[in-house]
């Protein structure tokens, strides 16, 4: 765990996280009650502090807008008697997590109560294991389409009261309108309410906005459905043409061999398709999607927004100069601009050691940069083609495609050793 910027650290925890649940104090035990009895400055949102206040001796301090104005008020009081109330697990999906980017592990003391899932949960008998959970807590709604898989059992926190009809709302447009739909509302406390319907039928009003809702998964025909694997249909993809297309899009995909956690350049972005996968593997992967045409660089965030990866980042303008001043990247991909001067060299030198980077060339002239840098660089070429087929008259035939050079290369880390005889070769 990274210390805490600014300050040295501490021996002991001073900062104590306490998780409040909508039966307040009842729901602690002894020794969460007597760290919040002791606290000098206590945290929180004026709901847990309302909740808690019969308890309270120290400052009460309400989160401020922007949060991080509060954090850095924490952080301040660094080797003070510190409590922070939260709702539920601190650590799921809450301030626990804000926290400990800041705050070494061995500086805090959690008492969590249940999260607002595993009360859920309970109350449906939906074992926590089989079930995704998804935060919508002022977090964008498209989080929830990767996971509107039919038979799936999703439980989704929701921002406010108008959540659950706009989740209704959206499941109905998707194709998704039979699906049965629970609204849990301020669980563990005296306003507990559990009310089911369907999605396509949701009338529910005054709903409180604490609010988890519960999706049993159904699809009617047509719906739309994102497939798990890469490579997914090019019509889910909303494009002019300047799309890589499936078959390549899965070989490419593969080749840039997504890690937890790495960051991805699509240089040339066209329709977002690649970095729209590459961020579909995992929710720990993140990607920078580099496109210069101002209609494509707004067609790519439709199309992310529609396939439920809101974060992608677009930097709209030409490589190489739309380059200058990104992180460096985990992998690069280059679909489109890659024979343009400096490009190539540019990511190459930007590209972490031991990353991934992989071009795809359509044009005579990328193929020529490639074959340069593969005689520069090693690596590996493969010459990617396919073949549909299609009616000739009243026959068949196959029609082929334009044939792919792909090009990858893994920049050599010089703490590693060298490549064995049948890996990719990088010099």
Request: charged share 20%; net charge negative.
């Amino acid at each position: 765990m990274p210390p805490a910027a600014d300050s040295p650290s501490c021996s002991a925890p001073w900062l104590i996280l306490i998780g409040l649940g909508e039966d307040g104090l009842a729901g602690l035990g002894e020794a969460a009650k007597a760290e919040l009895a002791r606290a000098e400055l206590v945290f929180g949102g004026q709901r847990h502090l309302d909740l808690a206040q019969s308890a309270i001796r120290g400052e009460a301090r309400s989160w401020q807008s922007p949060f991080e104005r509060s954090v850095e008020d924490i952080l301040a009081a660094r080797g003070r008697s510190v409590v922070v109330l939260a709702s539920g697990d601190p650590f799921l999906f809450g301030v626990g997590a804000t926290l400990s980017r800041r705050i070494p592990a061995a500086e805090m003391r959690s008492y969590p109560a249940p999260s607002s899932f595993s009360l859920a949960a309970s109350r449906l008998g939906w074992p926590l294991q089989d079930t995704v959970c998804v935060s919508l807590h002022g977090r964008p709604l498209d989080l929830i389409r990767p996971h509107l898989q039919p038979g799936s059992r999703v439980l989704a926190l929701t921002s406010d009261a108008a959540g659950p009809a706009d989740l209704a709302a959206l499941l109905v447009a998707e194709g998704f309108g039979a699906t049965r739909l629970t609204v849990l509302e301020a669980l563990g406390g005296p306003r507990e309410r559990v009310t089911t319907t369907v999605a396509e039928g949701f009338r529910l009003t005054d709903i409180d906005s604490l609010n988890v809702c519960a999706l049993e998964v159904a699809a009617s025909a047509g719906a739309r459905v994102l497939p798990l694997a890469a490579g997914r249909e090019d019509s889910l993809f909303e494009h002019d043409g300047q799309i890589t297309k499936r078959e390549i899009r899965a070989l490419t995909l593969s080749a840039l061999a997504p890690r937890r956690g790495e960051h991805l350049w699509d240089i040339g972005a066209g329709s977002g398709s690649v970095a729209i996968e590459w961020m579909l593997t995992d929710p720990s992967l993140t990607a920078t999607a580099i496109e210069a045409h101002p209609e494509r660089a707004a067609r790519l965030l439709r199309n992310a927004a529609r396939f439920g990866v809101p974060s992608l980042r677009l930097v709209q303008g030409t490589a190489p100069g739309a380059l200058q001043g990104l992180a460096s990247p985990d992998a690069i991909f280059v679909g489109g601009g890659g024979s343009e001067p400096g490009v190539m060299d540019t990511a190459c030198a930007a590209l972490k050691a031991g990353g991934r980077l992989v071009a795809n060339a359509v044009t005579l002239e990328m193929e020529a940069v490639l074959l340069a840098l593969h005689a520069r660089l090693g690596g590996s070429l493969t010459r990617l083609e396919i073949a549909r087929a299609a009616p000739v008259g009243s026959m068949t035939a196959w029609r082929p495609a334009m044939p792919i050079t792909q090009w990858v290369w893994i920049k050599p880390d010089p703490e590693s050793p060298a490549p064995s005889s049948d890996a990719p070769v990088s010099s």
